[in-house]
């Protein structure tokens, strides 16, 4: 069989469907593409729908795309309970292949996008499964080898359409053993307690002897 170079450019919203069309080989392993450059910007992104149960894999990545993830209707209450009793369990499935991108020009981004069909916005702890279930689709490979060249991020939207506004957007961070995406809520630093200045002895120190609100900069 002969497998040549594919190239190919994603910009200004130009789409991609990625889905098998008549009858593919038996052997087909899902659709890989040599080069991928995308919009220069996120403004200028391309579109890929992953409406394929098996894989893209990526050779060479630069520029920016957004990449649309379907997933199934809401889920039954029972799904649901048992989402609650296990939170890492996410409350939706998603229907596309995963993405593998095997190395990143710098500078480069991509955006994994599912809509807010059966979700429950209010739900913390749901939406954080779900968003972190759908940074899972991606694996940055060179991720493991040092290379840190790809911002990810997921989203929430209120469609599956290029112009769906914003529900939900969040970084996706990357896993070290395998460049597997993930999202992981930051940790915010709890702020530190103001000195209390009326049970200290002075020093001397004109820096630390005064207020808060008088120390020089």
């Given at each position: ?86 939170p890492a369990a996410a409350p939706v499935t ?124």
């Amino acid at each position: 069989i002969f497998k040549g170079e594919t190239n190919l450019y994603l910009q200004n919203g130009a789409t991609w469907n990625n889905q098998a069309y008549g009858k593919t080989d038996n052997g087909f392993a899902g659709s890989k593409v040599t080069n991928l450059t995308g919009g220069s910007d996120e403004s200028k992104a391309g579109v890929i729908f992953q409406k394929d149960e098996k894989n893209i894999t990526i050779g060479n990545y630069g520029g920016f795309t957004k990449v649309f993830f379907e997933h199934e209707a809401a889920a039954s209450a029972t799904t649901m309970r048992a989402a609650a009793a296990a939170p890492a369990a996410a409350p939706v499935t998603f229907k596309g292949g995963d993405i593998t991108i095997k190395k990143a020009a710098a500078g480069s981004g991509i955006t994994l996008v599912t809509d807010n069909a059966g979700l429950d916005m209010g739900d913390k702890a749901s939406v954080d499964s779900t968003l972190n279930a759908l940074a899972n689709k991606l694996y940055y490979s060179a991720y493991t080898e040092g290379e840190r060249n790809l911002a990810g991020k997921v989203e929430i939207a209120e469609g599956l359409t290029a112009s769906s506004v914003s529900v939900r957007l969040e970084d996706i961070t990357y896993k070290d053993e395998d460049g597997q995406g993930q999202y992981i809520e930051p940790v915010v630093p709890e702020p530190e307690p103001e000195k209390d200045f009326h049970n200290v002895p002075i020093t001397g120190n004109t820096a630390e002897d005064a207020e808060p609100s008088q120390k020089p900069f």
